[in-house]
């Protein structure tokens, strides 16, 4: 459906990105006017690592079968009446197999309700251990900055899934599939895909498909809903949806240092997209052109490989205090407190449980718990301050939020250990005052809350000298 404006040569690509991640939920009236302005392709995200390694260690994606449905079947009905590709990457949050065939059940369900009929391709990135592992042996496993420390047993322990480009999405389009589920996905790949099959410039294609990715995140105000963008031959007009929704030139821009270290360079697969010689011009209050970016490809083509393994259970116990004297007592009282629990739970398990396998956080929400030793602010840290100094004086919380956290090698010994920390933490002695008294208030009974497993990433690594769909699989199906 590539289109030739009239009275020029250009070409025109309308792409519609209806939401910053599938089952986030958007305004229908926004995304029919996407349909309406006759997109050539619908595209949208459904995974992420931002909401951390629970979805790719577990397989739960985050979010719910319902939301998921409801999303799907508005794309689904448009991509019927449009006739148009519909891409989804990074299924099931995660990108894993059972993340794609979850929602590959679901498209075959809303099909049948609905009546409809297209060529169903499914992506799959799950990376089996020998293949890691002859990867690593291989030394084509690059860890990428602040990446952790890996061996081959690794492999074995954890959950892996690959980072795809364009190129398997493409061929999956190539053998004329109509609606594709793929595992994980580069973002950006998703809206570039058909671009680049229709010849179009690579540093527009790249710029647009990174301006869309997350839907009108880029828009004022930022929400779940749509964008639509039209590509030409040396520009491109991206344009908000919603209702009471604008983009500015600085709106769109800023996009680009989205999950970004550098706003002027995004590393794909294939390359990186260049936007320093990019430039912005608002069109109208909704709409904004821009041209210029540059990409500039690899040397050697690379996949990102993400991994999650399973490494406790936690029971978590929230409380409060308001109390003055026990809010200046509390950092010095909570080391003290960690060392009575170590030698509780050797009474407790009679040595059955080592206290070096249980961890037991205790986190003083408005005093410092987000940044830790990390905070900038002197009022935040509360550190003592020379007489001469001019700073003002460091500000006292009037009151904290106290979150404990227990991790143990199994949710019983968690929740077990974290009943005595509660006990135990709600009448810590305070010097300042004579007999027992209330430390922490627990809104709940009883305080403890089962968290369940926890996960933690094991890989933020490369994996190098491979060919653009090698470590990635296809099956297709008539629905």
């Not at 792409?15 to 997109?39: E, K, N, S, Y």
């Not at 007592?329 to 030698?343: I, Q, S, T």
């Not at 077990?416 to 004579?434: G, K, M, N, Q, R």
Request: charged content about 25%; hydrophobic content about 40%; proline content about 7%.
């Amino acid at each position: 459906m590539t289109r030739t404006m009239k009275g020029t040569s250009l070409m025109e690509l309308r792409i519609l990105a209806p939401t910053g991640a599938l089952g986030a939920g958007f305004d229908a009236d926004a995304f029919a006017r996407g349909v309406a302005a006759l997109p050539d392709v619908i595209a949208c995200d459904a995974g992420s690592t931002d909401s951390g390694p629970a979805a790719l260690g577990s397989g739960t994606p985050k979010l719910s079968a319902q939301a998921v449905t409801r999303d799907l079947r508005l794309l689904l009905r448009a991509r019927d009446q449009l006739g148009v590709p519909l891409i989804i990457g990074s299924c099931g949050t995660s990108g894993r197999d059972d993340g794609v065939d979850w929602v590959a059940d679901i498209a075959r369900s809303i099909a049948a309700e609905e009546n409809l009929s297209f060529k169903l391709g499914l992506i799959y990135s799950d990376q089996p251990a020998q293949r890691l592992r002859d990867l690593h042996d291989a030394d084509r496993i690059r860890p990428l900055p602040h990446a952790p420390a890996i061996d081959r047993e690794l492999f074995d322990r954890s959950h892996t899934v690959a980072m795809m480009g364009v190129e398997p999405i493409q061929d999956a389009l190539r053998d004329g599939c109509e609606v594709i589920l793929a595992g994980r996905a580069s973002d950006t790949a998703l809206f570039a895909a058909v671009p680049h099959l229709r010849g179009a410039d690579p540093g527009l294609t790249w710029h647009l498909a990174k301006t869309i990715e997350c839907g009108a995140a880029c828009a004022i105000p930022p929400s779940a809903n749509g964008l639509l963008v039209t590509l030409r031959e040396d520009h491109f007009d991206v344009t908000t949806l919603a209702d009471g929704t604008r983009l500015t030139p600085r709106s769109v821009a800023a996009h680009t240092l989205y999950e970004n270290a550098d706003p002027y360079r995004v590393t794909e697969p294939s390359g990186v997209l260049d936007t320093t010689e990019a430039t912005y011009e608002a069109i109208d209050e909704r709409t904004v052109r821009v041209r210029g970016a540059r990409y500039l490809p690899a040397d050697g083509y690379t996949n990102k490989l993400e991994g999650a393994e399973l490494i406790g259970y936690q029971t978590v116990i929230f409380g409060g205090v308001r109390d003055r004297v026990v809010i200046d007592a509390l950092p010095k009282l909570v080391p003290l407190a960690k060392e009575y629990f170590e030698a509780k739970i050797l009474d407790v398990f009679g040595g059955a449980v080592d206290p070096a396998d249980v961890d037991i956080d205790y986190r003083l929400y408005g005093a410092g718990a987000v940044l830790g030793g990390s905070e900038p602010d002197l009022l935040a840290r509360r550190e003592p301050r020379p007489l001469t100094s001019r700073e003002p004086a460091p500000l006292a919380p009037r009151e904290l939020g106290v979150l404990i956290t227990v991790t143990a090698p199994d949710q019983a010994t968690a929740h077990a250990i974290a009943t005595f920390v509660a006990h135990a933490s709600s009448h810590l002695p305070i010097a300042e005052y004579d007999g027992l008294v209330s430390t922490l208030a627990y809104p709940y009974s009883p305080p403890e809350t089962d968290r369940g497993p926890l996960y933690r990433f094991t890989l933020n690594h490369v994996a190098t000298g491979v060919t653009p769909t090698e470590l990635f699989r296809t099956t297709t199906e008539e629905l």
